[in-house]
């Protein structure tokens, strides 16, 4: 037998994981619970069909792998992963590893690794961004699992990631559920910075009356900027695509109402479970939510008037909206990154905060030019926020105008701008050394006598509230 690799669940993304290992070098045998599935891959291998061995049952699949094997499995994230576990588990010998690359939730991951303690198999969970042609090319890896399995498969794992300046983007986050914890951030940052995108699309159509043209020119040219990153890129890409049925541009003719599989929503529920402050997160999830809210929204245009309303000429231009989307970014990945510096402390992972920054750069969905800089910041400023740790200060410095400027505008205009506002309104609140929480204090005092601190020091248990010479 030549494979020591074998891959289970021949979707889109299995398939197209299974070419890059076998392309490679790694013989590696394949499965599909649908046969014809494999069939139909076999028939697509080409030149890799050398090094790709089908399996038509478990068994086969199995026999078919060298021991130890590794196993990866990619199939539908929930209980399809637990069947699986549960069908191959009795095939398995000690030293085998179950590996979970699919968008597993991280606290599943967490039970199945406590799950496979004395069982025959070994179990661990990665996560792996970039879609299909990042399976197929080089995906950004995020593994969750111990040193010794990480040594055992982190080889493949690199040869088959992207590369940034010939590094792999494939990188051991910490044990267990850390892999796809880091994941499920990614994709909140993803879902925050499409939908930034998705605000100054909508400042520039609705409020610019840009026509797609000029709009895919506009993220044409931020691409070449401080900007560049894949999420720009697509975007001019599709704001510049031509609608094959009704001719006129793409966008105009798709639906406004945004789906989702769930990992963004997860993203804010941990954020929550942390107390950690991720506002530009949560402002994306709560923003696909409401999109999808398609006859209540036009009928609170009936009701009470339509938004939004076109912006006053020169009110903004394109140099303000790409200095309020460089502000904007930088206050949102500062939020995730610290979600992931509190939720590293909170479970004892030591994630290493340069390191997730660097295997990002490429591969990811959300991979950008601005990471590489973040890589450095976070080295060099380690369990500093972002916005104090330079570039990102200076940046922050000089973009935050712009932000405010592109928030008033928009709010003036009812053009919904919920990420950058809550961007803009979690750094106002960072810079406020005197809030307004002393009245929340008060408050719960009043009612619950949960007692407060003073600002001098002094004793203050309760009250005076309750008593009666206070009024
Ligand atoms: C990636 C993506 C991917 C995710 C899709 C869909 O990193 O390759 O994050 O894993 O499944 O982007 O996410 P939604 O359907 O929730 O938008």
Redesign the pocket.
């Known amino acids: 037998n030549l494979a020591h690799f074998g891959l289970i669940g021949l979707g889109t993304?299995g398939a197209a994981l299974a070419q890059n290992i076998a392309e490679k070098g790694y013989p590696i045998a394949v499965y599909n619970r649908t046969t014809s599935v494999t069939d139909e891959f076999m028939a697509n291998a080409g030149d890799l069909a050398p090094r790709l061995i089908p399996a038509k049952s478990l068994e086969e699949l199995v026999a078919a792998i060298t021991p130890p094997r590794a196993i990866i499995l990619m199939v539908p994230a929930g209980p399809v992963v637990d069947q699986q576990i549960e069908a191959l588990s009795p095939l398995l010998q000690d030293g085998d590893l179950i590996i979970d690359a699919g968008?597993a939730n991280y606290a599943d991951t967490e039970r199945r690794d406590r799950q496979s303690e004395g069982e025959t198999y070994d179990f661990m969970g990665i996560?792996?961004?970039?879609?299909e042609e990042?399976?197929r090319h080089g995906?950004?890896i995020m593994v969750g699992g111990k040193p010794a399995q990480w040594d055992r498969v982190g080889e493949m794992l690199r040869a088959i990631s992207a590369k940034y300046d010939g590094e792999p983007c494939a990188a051991l986050m910490g044990p267990g559920g850390a892999g796809h914890f880091v994941?499920m951030v990614?994709?909140g940052i993803?879902?925050a910075d499409?939908q930034m995108i998705a605000e100054t699309y909508a400042l520039m159509r609705d409020g610019m009356g840009f026509d797609a043209t000029r709009i895919a020119e506009t993220f044409e040219a931020w691409n070449k900027g401080p900007l560049a990153s894949y999420l720009i890129e697509i975007s001019g890409k599709v704001a510049r695509a031509v609608d094959p049925i009704a001719g006129g541009p793409m966008l105009d003719a798709i639906l406004d109402a945004?789906?989702?599989?769930?990992?963004?929503?997860w993203t804010v529920i941990e954020a929550q479970k942390l107390a950690v402050a991720i506002p530009v997160i949560e402002a994306a999830v709560v923003a696909?939510n409401l999109s999808a809210q398609v006859a209540a929204r036009a009928r609170g245009a009936d009701v009470f008037g339509a938004m939004p309303q076109s912006l006053p000429k020169d009110a903004l231009d394109t140099d303000t909206l790409e200095a309020a989307l460089i502000a904007g970014k930088i206050l949102c990945y500062a939020q995730g990154f610290d979600m992931l510096g509190r939720a590293s402390e909170e479970f004892g992972w030591k994630l290493p905060m340069p390191e997730i920054a660097r295997i990002w750069r490429n591969g990811?969905?959300?991979r950008s030019e601005m990471l590489n800089d973040m890589a450095s910041a976070l080295a060099a400023n380690p369990g500093e926020n972002l916005i104090f740790a330079d570039p990102f200060t200076r940046l922050v410095k000089e973009n935050e105008a712009a932000l405010r400027k592109v928030v008033i505008a928009a709010t003036g205009a009812g053009i919904a701008v919920p990420a950058l506002a809550a961007g803009l309104s979690w750094f106002d609140a960072m810079r406020t050394p005197r809030g307004s929480a002393n009245m929340i204090q008060a408050q719960r005092d009043f009612f619950g006598a949960h007692g407060y601190k003073r600002l001098d020091g002094k004793d203050a248990p309760h009250g005076p509230w309750w008593d009666k010479t206070a009024g």
């Open positions: 993304m968008n996560g792996v961004s970039g879609g990042g399976a995906p950004s994941k990614h994709n993803e879902y499409m945004a789906g989702q599989k769930g990992t963004g929503r696909r990811c969905i959300i």
